[in-house]
Structures are given as C-alpha cells and as structure tokens.
C-alpha cells in the first residue's frame, strides 16, 4: 500500500517509502538524504546506500534493486540523482506502480534539479522542494548552519559579509563555514564554542573578480576625488576590468542614493528601504548618512549620468573609460561635501 504523504510540512522520517527531492539547491538534496538515513539508520539498523544516475540507469534496474533482498537483509536506501531523466514518458507509470505497493525493506530517493509533477507526487511519502534561500534569509540560515553542522557561532554581521561574498548558494556557505570555523578555534581554549567574526569573514573568505568591481562603491562614497579616480584607473589597468561592470556599479550606487533621498523627502523612514534596497555594512551606512544630506533633484541627476554611461559602456559609443573618469569626480564632489 501506498505511503502518502501526510498534510502539513513534509516528513523525512523512518517510514518513509518514496521520496522525491527537487530544486535548484543540491546541497539539500544531500542533507535531506542524510537526515533520512539517519532516521532509518535509528529505526532500522544498519542501512545500505545504492545510487544510480537517472541520465543512464534503467527503470527496470532501479526498481528490481528497490525489489530484491539483500543476504543481510538490512534496509536499502536507493537514491537516484537526475530523477527526472528516468522517471519519464512509459517509464513514469513503472515508478506509480511501485509507490503504491513499495517494498517495506527499500526507501527509494527520487532526487533531480528539474521535476514534473504527477500521480507519482501524490503517492510519495514526501516531496521536499530544494530552493536556495533568499539573500535576507541565507545570514540567518548561515547562522544556524554554524552551530549545527559546524560547532560554531556565526556573529550577524559576520554572517551578513559571508552572504554578500558568496550569496546564497548553501552548499559555498557551508564550504567557507567549515573553513572558518577551524579558523576560530582558540589554541588556548580549544573546547571553547568558536565565534566567526566579520573580521575573520574579510581575512578568509575572498572576493571573485565579479565581486572586486563592487569595491569601487567605498571608493566612490569616501569623500577624496582623487582616490576615487585612482582607484578607477588601478581597476581597470591594472586589475583588468571592463567598463561594462564597473557602470553598472555606478549606477547601483547612484539608485540606491536617489532612491534613499526622495524617502526622506517624502518623509519616509530612509531604514525601511535598508533590507530592499541590500545596505549591509560599513558602505550602507555610508549610503544611508549621505541620502539624508543629498538633494533628490541632484541625485537624480547623477543617477541619469550613470545611466547613460551604463548604456554607452554596453554599446561602444564614445570613450566609456573616460566617461566612468568623469563620474567618479562628479561623485567624489557630491560625498567631499558631507
């Protein structure tokens, strides 16, 4: 008989049957499929693990592995990894078949980044969607992560500069979270809890080439010209950016300082815009302190400079290096006022 699904949160529990793991984020495919074997391993005994590639397993040797008993006759966990390429057209009827009569000694794990929903969803046991968190969500997933799976705890804004370097992806956070809590083990204490520190985030965790472009921001908000224009040069000679991604830079900047502007003209609160709008950090700080004290009218301006300067750097139209040149100044002139 069919194991279905009971209503509410899905349940990854010993008796489960049928599952079916699906999303974009694998590294919950992964832990999911732990955390299951755990909870047969606790009810069961030992468990044994077979896996198969769905881009070239066969149904029938899926299905007979789920069937057959093994000489120890220890439960089996068969897990299949891009489901979605053999649980399709004549085969799917194949898996609905099996869901609803599924071997007592065989918990089968449909897992695949791309899934078609059907009768085979309704018998399951479970279906787990796998999404990534957003980029307000992840600080405090990685937060949790630190002290589940690593020991550790993860200050919040040390949480906040992971994300912002690595974003999102659970699977990188939890790479840099066991990196870094090695890191904070104290040599004097060593049972003491390690605490991840914003500082030791900046000291271990680097930035992709993607991301050094957003270093221009700080630049541009410290309130020197010339080492705006500095900076600029050094990006792109020496460091060999385009143009392309350092005007989209700009111009993020510019929003962010025309949009904080007309909220406290309108008589808005300027922190409401803060989560929206990505302010962490020192450099948010420094956007918020100069929206408050900058024209709505001058800072639409310059958000219009950018905008064409984004566009020129895309189309190939006039200098665009010389242009960026331009705005760093017209920038460094609006924060040397504060």
């Known amino acids: 008989m069919a194991h279905k699904a009971p209503p509410g949160p899905p349940l990854l529990d010993a008796s489960a049957r049928v599952v079916i793991l699906h ?17 047969l391993g606790k009810a069961r005994g030992e468990v044994e ?42 085969a799917r009827p194949l898996f609905e078949r099996y869901a609803q009569n599924p071997c ?34 992840a600080p405090d997933r990685a937060c949790a992560m630190a002290s589940k799976r690593h020991g550790a705890r993860l200050e919040r804004d040390a949480a906040v500069a992971l994300v912002d370097r690595v974003g999102s992806d659970l699977g990188l956070l939890d790479t840099e ?13 060593p049972k003491a809890v390690p605490v991840i520190t914003a500082e030791l985030v900046s000291t271990l965790t680097g930035r992709t080439r993607e991301e050094e472009v957003w270093d221009v921001q700080s ?13 600029l040069r050094d990006m792109i000679v020496i460091s060999g950016h385009s143009a392309p991604p350092l005007a989209y830079a700009f111009m993020d900047l510019a929003r962010k300082v025309h949009s904080l502007s007309r909220a406290v003209r309108g008589g808005k609160n300027p922190w409401s815009l803060r989560g929206p709008l990505r302010l962490w950090g020192p450099t948010g700080d420094r956007i918020m302190e100069l929206a408050k004290q900058t024209d709505p009218d001058r800072a639409h301006r310059l958000f219009r400079a950018t905008v064409e300067a984004d566009a020129r750097s895309k189309s190939g139209f006039g200098e665009a290096e010389r242009g960026l040149e331009i705005l760093a100044l017209r920038f460094g002139a609006l924060t040397r006022r504060r």
């Open 49 to 90: 693990v077979f896996r198969f590639d769905g881009q070239s397993a066969a149904p029938a040797d899926v299905l007979d592995e789920c069937r057959s008993f093994g000489l120890m006759a220890r439960h089996k966990l068969v897990v299949v990894d891009h489901a979605d390429q053999v649980v399709k057209e004549g």
């Open 177 to 189: 979270l066991a990196k870094l809590a090695t890191a904070a083990v104290d040599p004097d204490d």
């Open 219 to 231: 630049a541009l908000l410290g309130g020197d010209p010339g080492h705006a224009l500095s900076r």
């Open 23 to 39: 999303g974009p984020e694998v590294f919950l495919h992964a832990s999911h499929t732990e955390e299951l074997r755990a909870a």
């Open 104 to 137: 007592d000694m065989a918990t089968l794990v449909l897992r695949s980044t791309k899934w078609h929903a059907g009768k085979l969803d309704e018998m399951a046991s479970a279906v787990v969607r796998c999404e990534p968190p957003s980029l307000d969500e």
